[in-house]
């Protein structure tokens, strides 16, 4: 199988933002070590700003995931990241080797430093136990002396932030809808004030009512926090519209990255053009789907349509 090399670009601010990495992958490759090896993620290298939100698409199985994993060092056997490195530029100025974290330093840098939302709140969620515990286990367990009475307060105050009454501490997930649920979820990865939250597909499943109100939630949350974001999705409509930049994987390799609006004007690989393109238009031509009430077909894919 012929390697593709990723079509990398950047916006005006790209120059600016890159002295200001959170989050550097470099030529990561995640292999699952099964009978026929699978190699997931190939050779993936991106840069994350601080403030930035950038989306990951592709089609399902294509290895977004298993780079977020990567990231989180969340891979059980048979995964095995076989190359690469992956380092995290804090704030105070020190660079921390992700991989060479020992689980002990691990566990103190999950949700302080880098948090994640995973796919199905209700399936992340413990079911069993109420959301305050839930929320005080996490704090807790980075913050142990913080008293009973901060707990509470820091507890109702990211519920508040993200739109759930602070009365709802005592509801079991059972007892939340979907979108509560992925709210709740939110709320926990913020809890720590992390520099990175992870985003995997924090809207599946959900109307597209309460969609709009999550992205609007996150995009706000992002703004006044300024931590950075990966938001991960198959639907790159949706990334377009709230991404600053984005990459775009294919059979494990990052094909293309580049800005939201130069992604979707002029993108360069064929893939993104085709993925692009795959998606209806309510008010005319494939991929006229951005959702201002106007119909704007991608110049690249009018381009081809003459052709």
């Known amino acids: 199988m012929t390697t593709t090399a990723p079509v990398l670009g950047g916006g005006p601010g790209a120059a600016g933002r890159a002295s200001d990495a959170v989050l550097t992958i470099d030529h990561l490759t995640v292999v699952y ?3 026929q090896p699978v190699t997931a993620v190939k050779d993936a290298s991106l840069t994350l700003h601080r403030g930035e939100i950038l989306g990951l698409a592709g089609e399902s199985g294509c290895g977004k995931t298993t780079l977020a994993y990567a990231v989180n060092r969340l891979h059980r056997p048979p995964a095995r990241i076989a190359a690469g490195s992956i380092t995290f530029h804090d704030r105070g100025g020190q660079d921390v080797d992700v991989l060479a974290l020992t689980d002990a330093q691990l566990r103190a840098f999950r949700w302080d430093k880098l948090s994640m939302v995973f796919q199905g709140a209700m399936n992340a969620l413990n079911p069993v ?12 367990a980075h913050r142990p002396g913080m008293s009973r009475a901060a707990v509470r307060a820091r507890s109702e105050e990211v519920l508040e932030r993200v739109g759930v009454d602070p009365r709802r501490l005592g509801s079991y997930p059972h007892e939340l ?9 939110i709320a926990m990865a913020m809890l720590l004030e992390p520099q ?20 609007r939630e ?8 300024d931590f950075a974001v990966v938001f991960i999705t198959h639907d790159l409509p949706l990334l ?39 998606f209806p ?27």
């Open 218 to 225: 996150i995009v706000r949350l992002r703004d006044e926090l």
């Open 33 to 35: 070590e099964v009978d």
């Open 129 to 140: 136990t109420t959301v305050r515990a839930q929320l005080r286990d996490t704090l807790l």
């Open 177 to 185: 809808s979907g979108g509560m649920r992925q709210r709740v979820m």
């Open 240 to 278: 377009l519209e709230i991404s600053d930049r984005i990459a775009v994987m294919l059979a494990g390799e990052i094909v293309e990255l580049d800005t939201a609006d130069r992604l979707y004007r002029a993108a360069q690989h064929p893939y993104t053009r085709r993925l692009l393109g795959s």
């Open 196 to 215: 990175i939250m992870i985003m995997d597909e924090p809207t599946t499943a959900l109307d597209v009512v309460v969609q709009r109100e999550i992205l």
């Open 281 to 307: 238009s309510l008010s005319g031509a494939r991929g006229g789907f951005i959702r201002t009430g106007v119909d704007e077909t991608s110049p690249a894919e009018s381009t081809e349509a003459q052709a």
